[in-house]
């Protein structure tokens, strides 16, 4: 269940225990945060909910920014149902959002507007107008109000907080391990399958072109990857994310060849997940010394996966 955050909660979800942060990738230390509300939310008999912004601060305060999104709002939905809360509570981030203080979300939107109970959120939480508000000062406004907070440290993962960023910079170096370790699953594109110039076809590796929209841009290269149908079924395969340079003109595609399928994937939603990184992408003087290769590449990921 999703709900807007300019509009009033039903009745019945007012009164929540809301987990409060950005919670793009719903990572290790996001899942803390949003364990702690879920818990306290049953303890009390109140409706747990987990609340994000889309679209994210930086897009708004900087819409040149190269895409660095982990998750969609679908995405998101579904994992923070996963993680037991009753519903989603967007913040659309925009202009009004940008100028609201730190004492107006409080009294207007947290407790006002959305009823709330209790808030929890990470120690290193900011917001309202040039990031005024911390957890210190949302609980000294909420105390005044009648609204409890509470704030969740830090998670480590090999010594080091884990974070959004740090979760971007090992995808951007292609350590997919890593990246799964403090996801708690592989990062997956989600889009609907298009049609291509069917390339894949004519040389026997047909493939599933999905956009890559605002999704972080992984390194570029070859991965092994899973995907999983609507009805269930689990597919396999090599995937090329990048700009095809063998290929005139380029063009940035998300290209999944799955093993063993041929189907029809046409406008269906697939989500992708990136499990190894095999080799960075590569021009090819011929097609068949790329046929050659991509045949190497897909017996190394059925190895791998």
């Known amino acids: 269940m999703r709900f807007d955050a300019r509009d009033p909660l039903p009745e019945a979800f007012r009164g929540a225990i809301i987990a409060l942060g950005n ?38 305060f900087q819409p040149d920014a190269p895409p660095f999104r982990l998750t969609t709002l679908d995405q998101r939905e579904e994992l923070f149902a996963e993680a037991g809360a009753d519903a989603m509570l967007v913040f659309g981030f925009d202009a009004v959002l ?50 409890r907070t509470r704030a969740v440290g830090p998670v480590l993962v090999g010594g080091e907080v884990v974070s959004s960023s740090r979760i971007r910079d090992a995808l951007v170096e292609g350590d997919c391990a890593t990246a799964a370790r403090l996801l708690t699953r592989p990062f997956a594109v989600r889009g609907i399958v298009q049609h291509g110039d069917k390339v894949g076809r004519t040389i026997g590796f047909p493939t599933a072109n999905l956009p890559l929209g605002h999704y972080l841009r992984p390194r570029y290269g070859i991965y092994a990857v899973t995907a999983r149908l609507a009805d269930g079924t689990l597919l396999k395969g ?8 063998t ?22 939603t697939l989500e992708v997940g990136f499990h190894h990184f095999l080799r960075g992408e590569w021009k090819f003087d011929s097609l068949d010394a ?15 996966l």
């Open 238 to 245: 090599a995937a090329n994310i990048g700009i095809r340079p």
């Open 98 to 147: 940008a100028g609201t203080t730190a004492a107006e979300f409080v009294r207007d939107l947290l407790v006002e507007r959305l009823g709330a109970a209790g808030v929890v959120t990470g120690e290193d939480f900011t917001f309202g107008k040039a990031r005024g508000g911390s957890v210190g000062v949302l609980a000294e406004l909420g105390a005044a109000l009648g609204l």
């Open 290 to 304: 790329m046929m050659a290769q991509i045949a190497k590449d897909c017996d190394e990921a059925r190895r791998l």
């Open 247 to 268: 290929f005139d003109p380029p063009k940035e595609l998300l290209e999944p060849h799955f093993f063993d399928f041929s189907g029809d994937l046409y406008g269906q």
């Open 23 to 60: 919670f793009d990738g719903f990572h290790l230390g996001h899942q803390a945060v949003a364990r702690a509300a879920v818990d306290w939310a049953r303890a009390e008999g109140r409706p747990a909910i987990i609340a994000t912004f889309d679209p994210h601060p930086v897009r708004h």
